[in-house]
């Protein structure tokens, strides 16, 4: 504790945490949620939340951060917001863990603290298993004691505003007087991860569990509905619509359409006005 502030106005957080707090006083404001429950707690942060806190000098536990760099060259958990679906939650739940399982949970984090702390070529291989057992500890508490109907319909809910949110930024985005800080950051995933302050891994496993499709098909498939009606409705050359739709060169934007449709944009057109 010494090296925690006893008070932290509301930021927001960057990265996972899984904590336990085994004991004291204060209280925390994680999203919206303020109410602890008694006695030994186990709660959860995910990148971008609202965090604030005031907390006394007395709490023991654990708190363990990781980033989304760290789940992304894991084998273990690449696919950690499909196993483990609480983290997707806006608003994280905090939960209590029995005191009987407090030292099982504790010596978890005690052995990933030991293995970091150590010099082993290979200690964040060890560190993403621990995690990975840390992280199925905490899903059979969550299913224990949270609803589990109620809390998949509030991961769904917020999955389908995001998925909603996303495709309406990339459709205003394209209108023709956006205004936008780059030229050409429109074909890529993490321009609108950023607008949305998601990280693009988190984006792009939302947007494929609610759709199917991929962040990045989502874009493709709005560039090429909108290149299929400029060449249908409108006499503009190849070269006026690739650079509408924010294409380098129009040799680019041609190399995507014929990869999309097999035609080139010229074939398309004559084909659309037959």
Known sequence: MRSVHQQMPPFRHEFYALAIKADGDGHVHTGEFTNFPEGSTIFFNTPFQTLSWDIAPNWKGYYLIF?????????????????FPFLKIDQSIPFSIPKFDLMAISAI???????????ADD???I?????YLLLQHIRRFFEQQVDANSAAKSIQAADIKLLSR??????SSFYPNAQLETFSNLHSTSFYAQKLSVHPNHL??????????TALHHIHKH????????????DWSVKQIAY???????????????????LSPLEYRDKARL
């Open 127 to 131: 560190i993403e298993a621990q995690v």
């Open 223 to 234: 560039i090429l509905s909108l290149a299929k009606s400029y060449l249908a409705q409108t």
């Open 67 to 83: 980033s989304q760099d760290f789940i992304a060259q894991s084998g273990a958990l690449v696919d950690i917001l499909n196993m």
């Open 244 to 262: 509408s739709l924010h294409f380098e060169s129009p040799n680019n934007f041609s190399a995507f359409f014929k990869r999309k449709t097999e």
């Open 204 to 213: 792009n496993a939302i947007v494929k569990s609610v759709s199917g499709l």
């Open 123 to 125: 200690k964040f291989k």
């Open 109 to 119: 984090y005690e052995s990933i603290w030991r293995e970091y702390q150590g010099d």
């Open 166 to 171: 996303y495709q309406t930024l990339i459709q």
